[in-house]
C-alpha cells in the first residue's frame, strides 16, 4: 500500500496526470470535502489533479502514513503551492487490483 501512496506523490509532484491516472480504478472516486464535491471516475480523478494540483503548482510531501488495513490507510501530507500552506488528510482504499478505488480528503 505505501508503494502506491509514494508512487501516487511522486506522480502528482511532477504533474504527470496521465501517469497518476494510471494508479486509480476506473470507478474511483475522490471525496474532497475541503473543495465540497466528489470526483468521479478517472475523468474526475483527471479534473481534480489538474484543478488542484497542477493548477495551483501544488507539492505534497507525506508526513505520516498509517495502515488501517489491508486496503486502507490514513495518509497526512504537507501541501504548499500558489495557495500558500496546508496539511491533507487523506484516507485512501485501494481494490484488490491494486489500484486506489476511493480518497476521502480534507484539510486539517
Known amino acids: 500500500m505505501q ?3 509514494q508512487l501516487f506523490i511522486e ?3 511532477a504533474f504527470d496526470v496521465e501517469e497518476a491516472l494510471t494508479l486509480f480504478a476506473p470507478d474511483s472516486v475522490i471525496d474532497d470535502a475541503s473543495v465540497g464535491d466528489a470526483f ?5 480523478v483527471r479534473q481534480y ?3 488542484f494540483f497542477v493548477g495551483y503548482n501544488t507539492r ?3 508526513l505520516s502514513l498509517e495502515e488501517l488495513d489491508g486496503f486502507r490507510s490514513s495518509v497526512r501530507l ?3 503551492g500558489d495557495f500558500g500552506h496546508e496539511i491533507g488528510i ?3 482504499t485501494i481494490n484488490a487490483d491494486n489500484l486506489i478505488q476511493r480518497v476521502d ?3 486539517e
Open 49 to 51: 489533479l489538474d484543478r
Open 40 to 44: 468521479l471516475g478517472r475523468d474526475g
Open 90 to 92: 487523506l484516507d485512501i
Open 78 to 80: 504537507d501541501f504548499t
Open 11 to 13: 506522480k502528482a509532484n
Open 3 to 5: 508503494e502506491i501512496i
Open 60 to 62: 505534497s510531501e507525506l
Open 105 to 107: 480528503a480534507d484539510l
